[in-house]
């Protein structure tokens, strides 16, 4: 393990307060027990009455059974947040699961209730989602409804869902460990993914390039176990679609991510047929950097080496700051993270690494979890958060059923706050230096959100679509397609070596949520395009933009955003972002010609 140095940011002290969800952990046990009884009872008064309930009656029964939800999320999330920060402590790690076990049995005396609801007649249910005292949870049933082809009989549900304990989930965790446990080499000492991946991002070239050879050794040892996965997941998915009846690999995903195959259509032609914009930016890359060739190991290169650093109350006040210039509103509720601690946020021993911003219950309030070191990522990583948490405590109104976007709109708050910040954080420098190398690492990130998550895509269409029509793939295969889909997109401007050929292997994406990676640069180019608007409309767009946050997840995402003028159909509509990265590029090259001209005149 190589060892940090730790220098004090002032996040040391902000740590969460858990007990607004319980006081303590006898609470949640008696809590849990009483959920046990209800749900005993709700299905007694429920179970084979769906179909006989009127309006008025299937509000009252949405009602408890939204409850009963919500007493399951708070105990998961008060238990899970806890673990979260001590990992080392097998008391917290018995609790946890112990609440997922239970939980698990719950769901399972619950599961009759949606399965009844999908089950109605089409007239019955369209009926009854005219009504009107059914309007705080039409857009949750109406989601349900849609599963009504895919869904099976109970009695297949409960197996499906038991064998799956053996089957995907016991594959894509086998997965996890290989990945997890595997050790890269590197100056004598043993590194993990993690760590080996960090040295991508180093100034020194050479640690980059024996940091990307070395990441390939590690993974070529266990490329034969890797594929395999590959292949039985593959395959897995391949039955459950067909048992299913979904007509594609993707028609599952997009109708999860609430947008039709069209729309996602639009979006991948608009932004493949914009590679050329990726070539123009490693190019200059390349420059900047003043390399002859670009290399696969050289895309994270930082263009400066010294980096400032922010203590934790400057990047409080940057990111509330931001946020407040935006709408007092938001800037006043991003205040409350901190002043209520709602926030954990050193880096500890026996704490997760990574960053998230939970929603817990309605009932309560979202929760940000840091690993904040002062860097400037970790601002962006805690203006990303705080998005998060804004958009999930403005949604809360909408209950717990309707308040979770799905992912196509999940990171719209998060992005949006980056951008603020980002905004902010040019505002601080003066020098062209310094924003040429702001905006380098601004582009570093869209080009990884936007073109690499559509090249990636383009990469799980073969592999998914070949495993279905010719069976099994190969290792040579699945790297002969990786490379195809990356160069695709490169355009000649990096030049991919060839321990870069099995670098598909390792990404748990494809594997644990298939189909996920477009809904990346989905999010981000409707951001670009939403925060261009920002920038025209000003006022105007704000309260707009407010309104499509507290609607949380209560209506299609194309409704919500028609509100905004926006049409996902329409390829002028994804234009718009991709135009807003190729301003971004223009601006990278004028500012490097500044820098280089004033370098000259030296
Ligand atoms: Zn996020």
New binding site residues.
């Given amino acids: 393990m190589s060892h940090q140095q730790k220098t004090q940011t002032g996040a040391e002290e902000i740590r969460w307060n858990l007990a607004d969800l319980y006081p303590d952990s006898t609470t949640l046990e008696d809590d849990l027990e009483g959920v046990s009884a209800a749900a005993e009872d709700f299905a007694q008064r429920y179970r084979g009455q769906v179909v006989s309930l009127d309006d008025a009656g299937l509000a009252t029964a949405l009602e408890d059974f939204e409850a009963l939800q919500e007493r399951l999320v708070r105990a998961h999330t008060y238990t899970y947040l806890n673990w979260c920060t001590h990992l080392d402590d097998s008391e917290h790690g018995a609790l946890l699961q112990k609440v997922r076990e239970v939980s698990t049995q719950i769901q399972q005396k619950l599961l009759f209730f949606e399965l009844e609801w999908v089950q109605l007649e089409d007239s019955q249910a369209e009926k009854l989602l005219k009504s009107t005292a059914i309007t705080p949870y039409r857009h949750y049933l109406e989601c349900e409804r849609l599963t009504k082809p895919h869904v099976l009989g109970e009695p297949e549900e409960k197996v499906l869902s038991e064998k799956a304990l053996t089957g995907s989930q016991a594959w894509n965790r086998f997965f996890d460990e290989i990945v997890g446990s595997t050790r890269f080499s590197f100056e004598g000492q043993e590194l993990t993914q993690q760590e080996i991946l960090a040295k991508l991002y180093s100034a020194d070239r050479q640690v980059r390039q024996r940091a990307a050879q070395s990441f390939t050794e590690g993974l070529e040892h266990h490329l034969r176990e890797l594929t395999f996965v590959f292949n039985t997941l593959l395959a897995d998915k391949s039955s459950n679609d067909r048992l299913r009846h979904y007509p594609n690999w993707l028609s599952s995903r997009n109708l999860s991510n609430e947008i039709s195959e069209e729309a996602v259509q639009t979006l991948i032609e608009s932004v493949t047929h914009r590679y050329d914009l990726v070539a123009r930016y490693y190019n200059l890359k390349r420059t900047l950097l003043g390399l002859e060739e670009l290399h696969d190991y050289d895309r994270y290169a930082p263009l400066e080496e010294v980096e400032t650093s922010y203590s934790w109350n400057q990047a409080k006040e940057i990111t509330l700051k931001a946020y407040e210039s935006f709408h007092p509103r938001l800037g006043s509720i991003a205040a409350d993270f901190f002043k209520q601690r709602w926030i954990d946020a050193p880096v500890e021993p026996g704490k997760v690494g990574g960053a998230?911003?939970h929603p817990a219950v309605p009932s309560a309030h979202p929760y940000v979890l840091l690993n904040y070191t002062g860097n400037i990522r970790d601002v962006q990583t805690l203006a990303?958060?705080l998005?998060?948490g804004v958009h999930q405590y403005l949604a809360r109104p909408q209950g717990l059923l309707q308040s979770d976007t799905p992912l196509t709109l999940?990171?719209t708050a998060?992005?949006f706050g980056e951008m603020l910040v980002f905004d902010r954080l040019m505002k601080r420098e003066d020098s062209p230096g310094a924003h040429l190398s702001m905006i380098v690492s601004k582009i570093d990130d869209i080009m990884a959100t936007v073109f690499r998550q559509v090249a990636m895509n383009r990469f799980e269409d073969r592999i998914h679509t070949t495993r279905r029509t010719k069976g099994e793939l190969s290792s040579d295969h699945f790297s002969e397609f990786w490379m195809e889909t990356q160069e695709e997109m490169f355009q000649g401007s990096v030049r991919l070596g060839d321990h870069y050929r099995i670098w598909w292997s390792y990404i748990p994406h494809f594997l644990h949520t298939p189909g996920y990676v477009y809904a990346y640069a989905f999010g981000e180019l409707l951001v670009l395009a939403l925060y261009a608007r920002y920038q025209k409309e000003g006022e105007e767009f704000v309260e707009k933009y407010l309104r499509l946050l507290e609607a949380g997840g209560s209506d299609w995402p194309h409704v919500l955003l028609e509100k905004l003028g926006i049409d996902l159909n329409d390829s002028r509509f994804w234009q718009e972002g991709l135009s807003s990265i190729e301003q971004l590029v223009t601006r990278a090259e004028k500012l490097a010609e500044e820098v280089n001209s004033a370098r000259e005149a030296l």
């Fill in positions: 998230f911003s990303h958060e998005g998060h999940a990171e998060s992005t």
